[in-house]
């Protein structure tokens, strides 16, 4: 999901990326963030094995990927919102 939603960031117009950051304050950064150390800590090392050894989503590789607040709640709720229209893309 993340990837998909870097990309399609990187490719709107500026108009279209103030947008977005207004309609998603304060969450308007779209960047994958990773997850929250203390409380996500299998999600961390799920997703540095996916990226660093496996070298999936190349994207992120060498970010740090401690969000440093828990996201996980958050992922879940965007991902039942992106999981319908994905098939679109």
Known sequence: MWAFIEEAHERFSAEEEERVKAKAHPYGNARFAGFDRHTDIQHIQAARF???DLNYFSRFK???LDSHVPVLNAYLRM?????PVRRFW
């Open 50 to 52: 996916l990226i660093e």
């Open 62 to 64: 060498g970010r740090d």
């Open 79 to 83: 991902y039942q919102g992106f999981e």
